[in-house]
């Protein structure tokens, strides 16, 4: 089964730019996460899908993130304008289902993107 | 509001000694989970275990363990005989159902576990 994919790996832009990141979850995975890693810390979580539908977006940055996920498959975030305090990892995760279960999460590889 | 604590920062063992990573979380949830997630150099958050506050015993898997401590609200992780590939960042995670009604996972800020050859 193949895993969470997502594009690019890595992102080098300067400040005020933008930006936009891809994830495709795990096929058949109705739930879909992007979380914010930054350096020497635990991720944490921007927003939930389920399905195609917003479910918790209430620490995404809505002045400058935005995020989508039509036909609740593969989903896309994106910065604009970046600032220099955006520069971490971006981690996707996909479960099969919302709780109260508590789903296992399977993360991506991630896309570190550094702002200068 | 839900906390986890990894009072661990960084953590340095030579290859083959056993070592334990703590945690200890915050809820005034019933009814929870607590995970650990293995982070190595490629990035990638790898799923090690689940546990519910329900089920306290205790936890063996290969090299790996897990001893749930509700009393103490903790959820420490022991490697056996450490191997170089274990080197990783460790996370441990507590779920918890927001607001909205969805679960949501708080993470602890990690432990860099390094195993010298």
């Known amino acids: 089964e193949a895993g969470v994919a997502q594009s690019p790996r890595y992102k080098i832009i300067e400040k005020r730019q933008s930006v936009a990141f891809w994830c495709n979850p795990i096929?058949?995975?109705?739930?879909l996460y992007w979380y914010q890693q930054i350096l020497g810390q635990g991720p944490k979580l921007l927003i939930q899908?389920?399905?195609?539908?917003?479910?918790?977006d209430s620490q995404l940055p809505k002045d400058r993130f935005s995020a989508e996920r039509l036909k609740g498959v593969d989903s896309t975030l994106k910065i604009q304008p970046a600032k220099l305090e955006d520069s971490a990892v971006y981690l996707c995760?996909?479960?099969?289902?919302?709780?109260?279960?508590?789903?296992?999460?399977?993360f991506g590889p991630g896309t570190r993107l550094t702002v200068l | 509001a839900q906390k986890v604590t990894q009072a661990q920062t960084e953590i340095s063992v030579v290859e083959k000694e056993d070592v334990t990573l703590d945690c200890v979380y915050e809820?005034?949830?019933?009814?929870?989970?607590l995970f650990w997630y293995k982070q190595p150099p490629s990035g990638e958050l790898v799923f090690l275990i689940r546990r519910n506050s329900f089920d306290e015993q205790n936890e063996i898997s290969g090299r790996y363990s897990w001893n749930f401590q509700k009393s103490t609200s903790s959820f420490n992780f022991t490697i056996t005989a450490s191997q170089v590939v274990d080197s990783a960042v460790y996370f441990c995670?507590?779920?918890?159902?927001?607001?909205?009604?969805?679960?949501?996972?708080?993470f602890g800020t990690g432990t860099r576990l390094t195993i010298i050859p």
């Open positions: 995760a996909s479960s099969p289902q919302r709780g109260p279960t508590a789903d296992t999460q399977y």
């Open positions: 096929s058949g995975h109705a739930t």
């Open positions: 995670a507590l779920s918890e159902i927001s607001n909205f009604g969805n679960e949501k996972l708080t």
């Open positions: 809820t005034r949830d019933t009814t929870y989970y």
């Open positions: 899908f389920q399905n195609n539908g917003v479910v918790d």
